[in-house]
């Protein structure tokens, strides 16, 4: 081999294992992305699932609080109509 020929070998490899390095080096870069973009992912969605469930015992005691004002005012109609009654009684 010349000198010239050796310097063109020598050359070539060296760009090639940086290639190599770049595409194991930029294999390894997007892994970390993934797991990246996964591991928010998951917070997001582990969120997201508390929201529903804060929002869903929100409206069970919604619900609750809007049978206890029926209830409330119902009882109230009641007292009402039995006072009437008793005041016509008495009378």
Known sequence: ?????????????????QNGYQKIFRSK???CQGLMRFKEYTE???????DISQLKKEISD?????????????????LAKDLVRAKASNI
């Open 1 to 17: 081999m010349t000198g010239l020929s050796y310097i063109g070998y020598r050359l070539a490899s060296v760009l090639m294992s």
């Open 29 to 31: 870069k997007q892994e």
């Open 44 to 50: 997001k969605k582990d969120k997201i699932a508390l």
């Open 62 to 78: 919604t619900k609750v609080k809007s049978r206890l004002e029926l209830e409330k005012l119902r009882v109230q109609q009641q």
